[in-house]
T-cell receptor, first 117, second 113 residues
């Protein structure tokens, strides 16, 4: 079965610093999703990547999917306390599930980000 | 739009009790799923539905039942609660599965004593 490994498990950065979170798959990804979760709340959709080499940005957050579509990175520039939370990557398990009859996401275990003022 | 609404937000059960976690969405999404989130385990799929009248098991279905009589509602039933079911439960919906971001509810924090 496909697994998603996230690194690091936790991260503490000083406000204003840049940081990167990685998500690695054991198999080719057919849709990679990044979510953010604040403690006690649900998941907020950030971005979805589909094509090898694709890169998307929203405000100070940039997500990339490598050409082989087995690794994604989430980069935060000039971190702020509002960026603190748990970042999760999710993926569709296989091509047959992409837009098909299943379409359920599997998730990494998450990266806990703390930003010190 | 309210999005995905989960009730209750918090619940404490005694071992052996049964209860239903409610999930409703007003976006006319075909796909709905239930996940549980445990420390160090990430999100794991319990059951899912690809449309009214159609449900299937996910990764960790034991001890849970679901039904999907309408597009809007996807309740999760705990048949006989066990301490191992202490977790945070999330309901999610999507227009058609893969290719679109899922919308998550705010979660139900369940404690079984």
């Amino acid at each position: 079965s496909q697994e998603l490994e996230q690194s690091p498990q936790s991260l503490i950065v000083q406000e204003g610093k840049n940081l990167t979170i990685n998500c690695t798959s054991s198999k080719t990804l057919y849709g990679l999703y990044w979510y953010k979760q604040k403690y006690g709340e649900g998941l907020i959709f950030l971005m979805m990547l589909q094509k090898g080499g694709e890169e998307k940005s929203h405000e100070k957050i940039t997500a990339k999917l490598d050409e082989k579509k087995q690794q994604s990175s989430l980069h935060i520039t000039a971190s702020q306390p509002s960026h603190a939370g748990i970042y999760l990557c999710g993926a569709l398990p296989s091509l047959s599930n992409y837009g098909g009859s299943q379409g359920n996401l599997i998730f990494g275990k998450g990266t806990k980000l703390s930003v010190k003022p | 739009n309210a999005g995905v609404t989960q009730t209750p937000k918090f619940q404490v059960l005694k071992t052996g009790q049964s209860m239903t976690l409610q999930c409703a969405q007003d976006m006319n999404h075909e796909y709905m799923s239930w996940y549980r989130q445990d420390p160090g385990m990430g999100l794991r799929l319990i059951h899912y539905s690809v449309g009214a009248g159609i449900t299937d098991q996910g990764e960790v279905p034991n001890g849970y039942n679901v039904s999907r009589s309408t597009t809007e509602d996807f309740p999760l039933r705990l048949l006989s609660a066990a301490p191992s079911q202490t977790s945070v439960y999330f309901c999610a919906s999507s227009p058609n599965g893969g290719g679109y971001g899922y919308t998550f509810g705010s979660g139900t924090r369940l404690t079984v004593v």
